[in-house]
């Protein structure tokens, strides 16, 4: 079995900072790819940066030199440092991570932390 455990969210005013965390454990043999996705009130979920096992990392437009995710592949963790935050990156953001075990490979995701971001 499997599970990703994020933590890291909660309330800052526009400008400020926060950093994710989502951590897997269980059973793992690699992971590949590791996401992070955020769903806002009435809308889709979007991915919002995504990092390769090789350490390649994409940015959704919106984010772009605000966001930057990285990985520790030793703790099985991704990070998403999250600075110049402004109300509109208000969601619940979710992480998702491609994992290997003895029996399968699969998308597994977190629970979700609800970031809110307002004066």
């Known amino acids: 079995q499997v599970q990703l455990v994020e933590s890291g969210g909660g309330l800052v005013q526009p400008g400020g900072s926060l950093r994710l965390s989502c951590a897997a454990s269980?059973?793992?043999?690699?992971?590949?790819?590791m996401d992070w996705y955020r769903q806002a009130p009435g809308k889709q979920r979007e991915l919002v940066a995504g990092i390769t096992s090789g350490g390649s990392a994409n940015y959704a437009d919106s984010v772009k030199g605000r966001f930057t995710i990285s990985r520790d592949n030793a703790k099985n963790t991704v990070y998403l440092q999250m600075n110049s935050l402004k109300p509109e990156d208000t969601a619940v953001y979710y992480c998702?991570?491609?994992?290997?075990?003895?029996?399968?490979?699969?998308?597994?995701w977190g629970q979700g932390t609800q970031v809110t971001v307002s004066s």
């Open positions: 269980g059973s793992i043999l690699s992971i590949n790819a």
């Open positions: 998702r991570q491609t994992i290997t075990t003895m029996y399968s490979r699969n998308m597994y």
